[in-house]
């Protein structure tokens, strides 16, 4: 691995520090390093490196910076086999702490960094988005006191938490918005994609989101259609490889490995398809609620300023003949297609005419897939 020590400054741990200027610092949980290479440039010398024990690497890379004072962004650099190789320090839990003889010291690449990044999702949604949800959003107040301040909770930290209700009620926007106003990682998967083709790989895939999410913590995880996987036992027979996924995702719950500041956020559009051990997990369950009328008009009003044509609506009409549809269902299947009904016919305003389109349209739908699960 090429490092690119002559681009970027380097900030290099002091590894000669002398115990006075330690003694009021604490010590590291756990730091995360990335081989970056040699300061310098020299024929012989490979910069690649391989780790093929972790545990043991562990072990000789704590012996060696026992008592050094790591931080995010600087380097420690090898004085035993590889000597000035350089490594980055990623991760530092808390960031200016001293490395014990329990700190755990953990290794990555950037194949491995790049993989990581793929599955956390970032947004720019804030809760002041999300109309209406009251209650939702009145008790994910505990994750953001949390978040802000794990210490403080001890042994009563959140830990599960459910959100149920109709598709398209605002459970993944108020997640994504959760996470981005408290700037934490937030791991965002569809159950779906947990299934592997081989037995085990479910259970590898959980284990890795919870891993991933622990070494960057406080994070949230958000497993999205959650009774997907975690079906109920009266259905468990259909799925070969639903055992081995619901026994792994109960041990990373229960937290028999320790997934400190760590949140776990289930979401289902109906939770009496999930298995009963994994619905016990959840400490508490929030329900999402369709729009009642006062906050229908308030989506409507909200996606109309960001329309592309002028409009001519009666709001107060399409409010009430758009009852029991969500959040979702009003910007996809009313506004979107009135206004792909309205360039379609070459016109220049959105009209009440392409809002009936769009509501007849969706009755029709929904007509036709009505009992198809009952």
């Not at 590894?15 to 009021?24: A, F, L, R, V, Y």
């Not at 592309?308 to 409010?319: A, C, F, K, M, S």
């Amino acid at each position: 691995m090429k490092s690119d020590n002559k681009l970027t400054e380097i900030k290099t741990t002091n590894q000669k520090q002398s115990i006075k200027e330690t003694e009021s610092k604490e010590y590291a949980e756990c730091v995360v390093l990335k081989p970056v290479g040699y300061p310098f440039e020299f024929n012989l010398m490979d910069e690649n490196i391989e780790i093929t024990n972790k545990e043991l690497f562990e072990e000789y890379a704590r012996e060696q910076w026992l008592g050094l004072v790591v931080r995010e962004n600087s380097h420690l650099f090898d004085q035993k086999i590889i000597p000035d190789y350089g490594f980055e320090i990623i991760k530092a839990k808390p960031n200016n702490s001293i490395i014990s003889e329990n700190t755990k010291i953990k290794f990555i690449t950037d194949e491995l960094k790049q993989k990581s990044n793929e599955t956390r999702i970032k947004s720019n949604i804030l809760l002041s988005d999300i109309v209406g949800q009251d209650n939702a959003k009145n008790k994910v107040k505990v994750i953001t006191k949390y978040l802000e301040d794990p210490e403080k909770f001890g042994p009563w930290a959140p830990k599960n938490i459910l959100f149920y209700g109709l598709p398209g009620t605002g459970k993944t926007m108020l997640v994504k918005a959760l996470a981005n106003e408290l700037e934490v990682p937030l791991y965002l998967i569809k159950a779906t994609s947990l299934i592997g083709d081989h037995v085990g790989d479910g259970a590898s895939k959980i284990h890795d989101l919870f891993k991933k999410a622990s070494e960057n913590s406080p994070s949230i995880i958000f497993i999205d259609e959650l009774d997907a996987v975690a079906l109920h036992r009266s259905f468990q027979s259909l799925r070969g490889d639903v055992s081995e996924i619901v026994n792994s995702l109960l041990t990373e719950m229960d937290g028999i490995i320790e997934n400190e500041s760590v949140i776990t956020i289930g979401a289902t559009n109906n939770p009496n398809f999930i298995d009963y051990a994994v619905r016990s997990r959840f400490e508490e369950e929030i329900e999402f609620k369709l729009p009642n009328d006062e906050e229908r008009l308030a989506i409507i009003k909200n996606n109309l300023e960001t329309m592309p044509l002028d409009y001519e609506l009666d709001l107060t009409r399409i409010v009430k003949l758009t009852k029991g549809l969500s959040g979702r269902d009003l910007k996809e299947k009313i506004l979107k297609t009135a206004l792909h009904n309205a360039i379609a016919n070459d016109e220049d305003i959105i009209s009440m005419e392409n809002i009936d389109y769009a509501i007849k349209s969706s009755k029709i739908k929904n007509k036709d897939v009505k009992g198809m699960f009952e």
